[in-house]
């Protein structure tokens, strides 16, 4: 039995170490942080008492509570090995967790040394190895070993994939049955397709709406399935909806900016919606790292003395980069500096190592949940369409990832105006004169509400009262992806300091804080989606006869939605 599962063994160990002696010393010497000899000593206390009390357990034929899910089958209740293998763990886990906790640095590099206990906790479960988990053993039993063989078939597969398959990704194709709310590509350049999607609905409000999507990952998480499709829902509520369909880069695209995609992207795609709709105003969205790009499209064309946004809706995006997450761990100057040497001049950032990395932010869930499954237990996952999007990956050009990630994760320049030009232009999003709608998800590990609710102090000030946070339950997509018409989950709104429907008064004074807005805030069952479905018709427009058919004189369509771009696979 292992060191990680074996408490009698870190007993013998802790009672001959020198003071400060543990499985993460090195990690600490490393990061050159130090535990308090107090703390360590009330730790390595309350640790071996705890193994005491658990080996006494054990020895008296007594089964330990595991209240952990990874080990909620009965057979690791029914074998008290396995119990006792799964509490051990357990035990242990607990003891690096509360040691990373005290350690005495500051709160990046505690960050930086919590993720890293965690993620060598996470890979040492039991759970993780044939030896240790007893619902695969009587799976291999049960089966006569034909788990085993379709287990290492599995692993084959996925190894020439260079992924661990999350869906069954057989029942998924793009445009047959995700993807599919009908509409026409009706412009592209090396950039992106931009989606004019078929009216479904006799009378459209008069102002379009422009969807900005990640380019992280495809757009159609905004349109899965029919039943869960924000593309869908919108149409259905009466806009004229474009969407851009990023490109995934290839070579060729080595070279291209943060400025490219500003200026021939979301620019670009701006200046074509209005074209094509004939309307000076757009409605414009963003979506994550879309938001962003949006932002600094509307920043730049604010410094130019354009303001086309009749209003801004943003979805867990960043433009306050104070704080980051959970994300903070992969990002310094060392880091950034290694990416820049790599490829600033020029290259791709594989799509494959932003997956791996977004994986390894939930392991659990996203890697050992799935080692378990399809390799130890032979068994094929099912069809998921989110987990079937979260593996069709993206590459991201070098010169465009590496000003992404110094200008903003590290040096959180963004929202300091004047500081960065983008396109030739100083950046000032306060210059962006437009009502704004900002969503943030409650678990969301990569944008943290609290830092979306940031935007509310950047993007409007002159203003401020007619712009609106909700908040709703969940994570940075599931958060997003939560349909009207299933009406799970919940949401949080605070209208304390927001003006009434078309008027300019505010009703009190706006929350300084995230928090603060929280406190004031009232919980609402069912999803966000109406909220945001009003505020979009109050900056829609009139009512007018809904388009005949896509595109214009200047800009014919050129194939069916989704097109060609979103097909496009990294791997």
Request: charged share 20%.
């Amino acid at each position: 039995m292992s060191h990680m599962t074996d408490p009698s063994a870190w007993q013998a160990m802790f009672r001959a170490a020198p003071e400060g002696a543990s499985p993460v010393a090195g990690l600490l010497k490393d990061a050159g942080a130090t535990i308090p000899p107090q703390a360590l000593e009330s730790l390595r206390n309350d640790y071996l008492q705890k193994a005491a009390g658990l080996w006494q357990e054990f020895l008296a034929g007594k089964t330990p509570s595991l209240t952990d899910r990874r080990f909620a089958a009965p057979e690791w209740l029914s074998n008290p090995m396995s119990a006792f293998s799964a509490a051990s763990y357990l035990l242990n886990a607990e003891f690096l967790t509360a040691m990373a906790d005290a350690v005495e640095t500051g709160p990046r590099e505690r960050q930086k040394i919590r993720f890293a206990v965690q993620q060598m906790v996470d890979a040492m479960s039991p759970a993780n190895f044939l030896a240790t988990n007893p619902e695969a053993q009587q799976q291999l039993i049960d089966t006569k070993g034909e788990s085993l063989t379709r287990g290492l078939a599995n692993m084959m597969t996925d190894m020439q994939k260079g992924r661990i398959s999350l869906s069954d990704e057989s029942a998924f194709e793009v445009g047959r049955n995700v993807a599919t709310t009908p509409g026409q590509v009706v412009f592209e350049n090396e950039l992106f397709q931009l989606i004019q999607y078929t009216p479904a609905t006799p009378t459209v409000h008069q102002l379009p709406l422009l969807m900005m999507p990640p380019c992280i990952n495809k757009f159609y998480i905004l349109d899965l399935q029919p039943e869960n499709s924000v593309v869908r829902y919108t149409v259905e509520q009466g806009h004229t909806v474009f969407l851009v369909s990023w490109r995934n880069p290839d070579a060729s695209m080595g070279a291209t900016t943060w400025d490219d995609y500003v200026e021939n992207g979301a620019i670009k795609a701006i200046e074509v919606t209005r074209a094509i709709s004939g309307s000076d105003k757009v409605n414009a969205f963003g979506f994550c790292v879309g938001g962003t790009i949006m932002s600094t499209a509307l920043a730049v064309l604010a410094a130019r003395g354009e303001q086309p946004a009749a209003s801004l809706t943003l979805l867990t995006t960043l433009l306050d980069f104070e704080d980051t997450g959970v994300l903070e761990v992969f990002i310094d100057e060392t880091q950034v500096a290694m990416r820049e040497k790599a490829l600033a001049k020029g290259g791709l950032m594989p799509g494959r190592d932003l997956a791996t990395t977004f994986s390894s932010l939930r392991p659990n869930d996203l890697v050992w949940n799935y080692v378990q499954s399809n390799y130890l237990k032979g068994k094929e996952p099912p069809p998921f369409d989110l987990l079937y999007w979260n593996s069709d990956s993206t590459n991201l050009p070098g010169p465009m990832f590496c000003w992404y990630l110094r200008n903003t994760y590290l040096e959180n320049s963004l929202k300091e105006p004047g500081k960065l030009t983008v396109a030739g232009a100083p950046v000032d999003l306060g210059a962006i004169e437009a009502p704004v709608f900002v969503y943030g998800s409650k678990e969301d590990h990569i944008v943290p509400w609290s830092a979306a609710y940031g935007s509310m102090h950047i993007l409007n000030p002159k203003n401020a009262q007619a712009n609106r946070f909700v908040m709703g339950a969940s994570g940075h997509i599931a958060g997003v992806i939560n349909p009207a018409s299933k009406n799970k989950r919940s949401y949080w709104t605070n209208d304390a300091g927001a003006a009434p429907k078309g008027k300019g008064k505010a009703m009190g004074k706006a929350a300084a804080s995230a928090q603060e807005w929280f406190n004031g805030a009232t919980e609402h069952k069912g999803s966000w989606w109406p909220e945001w479905a009003a505020f979009l018709a109050e900056h829609g427009g009139k009512e007018v006869k809904a388009p005949a058919k896509a595109g214009s004189k200047a800009y014919q369509p050129i194939e069916p939605a989704p097109g060609r771009y979103v097909k496009v696979r990294a791997d």
